[in-house]
């Protein structure tokens, strides 16, 4: 299980934000099997990694129908609420125009957090998969820690230089 946990770690370190879906079906995954192991006691191995395998396939749907819609609906909800917000703590009469700045503001709101989803993928994809290559080896901390630090570095110079010759 060791040799896949850094399989999983070494494709999140190199590909997590290219590959989203399959980020979060190595986390469904995963999640799925730590959850299996410590709540469902006494199951057969295969048992234990066919639930880790529906937890991950269920995760990469999720990831790959849903991903743009909640992205989008939640920066443009706190795009609207902060600018409306802000408005009001400084006491701003909006008149009849709260709606329209409120609808405006969560555009802007949904733009932006769509543009930084990037960079958010990036360095989680990072962690994520270093944490796993760092768990995945049988060492002391001093080695897991130096592992995990070079590790995330690695993964965002590489997922970086990716996204800068995408674009």
């Known amino acids: 299980m060791d040799i896949i946990q850094a399989l999983l770690g070494v494709s999140l370190?190199?590909?997590?934000?290219?590959?989203?879906?399959?980020?979060?079906?190595?986390?469904?995954?995963?999640?799925?099997?730590?959850?299996?192991?410590?709540?469902i006691g006494g199951l057969p191995q295969w048992a234990l990694i066919s639930i880790a395998l529906l937890s991950g396939v269920a995760g990469a749907l999720l990831a790959m129908v849903l991903q743009h819609v909640v992205v989008g609906v939640a920066g443009f909800l706190v795009g609207g609420?902060?600018?409306?917000?802000?408005?009001?703590?400084?006491m701003v009469d909006t008149g009849g125009y709260s709606v329209l700045i409120f609808v405006v503001s969560g555009i802007i709101g949904a733009i932006v957090i769509i543009c930084l989803f990037g960079w958010a993928l990036i360095i989680l994809s990072s962690l994520t998969g270093a944490a796993l290559l760092s768990q995945a080896i049988d060492a002391g901390m001093q080695i897991k820690v130096s592992l995990f630090v070079i590790s995330v570095i690695a993964g965002l110079v590489m997922q970086t230089s990716l996204l800068k010759k995408k674009g």
Do not use: K, Q, S
């Open 13 to 39: 370190l190199m590909f997590g934000r290219r590959i989203f879906w399959l980020c979060i079906g190595i986390i469904g995954f995963i999640l799925g099997l730590e959850i299996a192991t410590r709540f």
């Open 81 to 90: 609420f902060l600018v409306t917000a802000c408005l009001d703590i400084l």
